[in-house]
């Protein structure tokens, strides 16, 4: 799922499970894709 986040105003990937977010999302930096994984 593509969101978009309006406290740091940039755009991320993450996936969810019935509804809620499993933990992880993906931002890009104009070159490359920064992984954030909380789980």
Do not use: L, N
Not at 7 to 29: H, L, N, S
């Amino acid at each position: 799922m593509i969101r978009y986040s309006r406290k740091t105003k940039e755009q991320y990937v993450q996936t969810e499970v019935e509804g809620k977010p499993t933990g992880w999302r993906a931002f890009y930096d104009g070159s490359a894709w920064k992984v954030e994984d909380k789980r």
